[in-house]
């Protein structure tokens, strides 16, 4: 006799979508807003929090190699393949956070907040600068969670969610500018009865957004201008003083769960603070490394700016 065995369904897909709206929201973010068909598809059940997306950026002027299976379904394994991909087609992936999902009589609209930074000369940073060059029209993939293929038994982070508070009353989020689109979203869906601190560094005030949350969180905006501190230093400065060292007369912090998301450097300072000298647990939080400062790529693991391939700087 022989038995099958269900494949879960693979809670990921590729989709194309079109820029449907531009509008720069601050200084140094510029919001694209992404419509298309297809993402009658996409989703999460309950809000979106930090939910991540991939963008997936063409090499200056070339086509996109097709990524996944025939209507852009993905599998395990999907990202390993994609780098096997030769360039120029492979283009770039990113990681993003969806700032807002609508449903409007023309279709759903998923909104997006780039960062738009500058970097050295000679160098590429294609996410930022497709953003910039981005116009009505121009057409897009989002890697992202397929509603239909999410189940109960899907654990959140593979749908790209990782704010997890497993019922903390006590929160305390921290981030740069590249975390505020996800600290805006967590904020909007906290119930009244959680309290706490969030921290947001930018480098402009006219950075600073109006965030509304029906939770006590106390909302902290800092700037790096005008003394132009180095990246990071006002939030270490200003958890420094929320959260005092373990021992002090203040409430323990052990039972808080923290979402911290910036540059590398920064995390890692403010983790070793946070968990080494303040008694934080690591298991009730989240640590997150954005992007790295001379690294090409999102997250922790990008290539050394300058030893990418050629592609990157066409
Ligand atoms: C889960 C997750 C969610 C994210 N959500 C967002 C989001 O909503 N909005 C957003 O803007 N970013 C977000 N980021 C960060 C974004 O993915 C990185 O900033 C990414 O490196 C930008 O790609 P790029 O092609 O522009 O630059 P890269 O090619 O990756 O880097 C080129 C150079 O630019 C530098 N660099 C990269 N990012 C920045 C920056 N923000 N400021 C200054 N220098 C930088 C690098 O150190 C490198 O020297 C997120 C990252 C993760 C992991």
Redesign the pocket.
Known sequence: MSTTVDTPPYPLRAFDVEVFRIKDVGPH?RRITFSGAVLERFGVPGPTR?L?IKLL?PAAGQPLAPLGGPDGQLYPGWYQDWLKTEQPGRG?I????V?AIRATAQGREID????I?R??EG????????AAAAEVGTGAVIIGPEASAITSATRLSET?I?WEPQGASQVLLAG???????INSILETLPANVGGHAFLEVQDPADFRTISTGSSVRVTWLARQPTDSPRGGLLDAAIRKAVPKAGSSTAPVRDTYAWV?A?AATVKILRRYLVNEAGLDPKRSEF????????????VN?TP?GQEPQV?QS
């Open positions: 973010f930090d991540r950026i770039f990113r990681s993003y956070t700032g997006v907040d780039f960062v930074h970097v050295a160098h590429g940073a294609p996410a930022s600068e497709w790209g990782r740069d500018e590249t975390a505020v689109p996800a998301a540059e997150r490394g954005y992007w790295s400062l001379g690294k090409a790529g999102s997250g990008g700016v990157l």
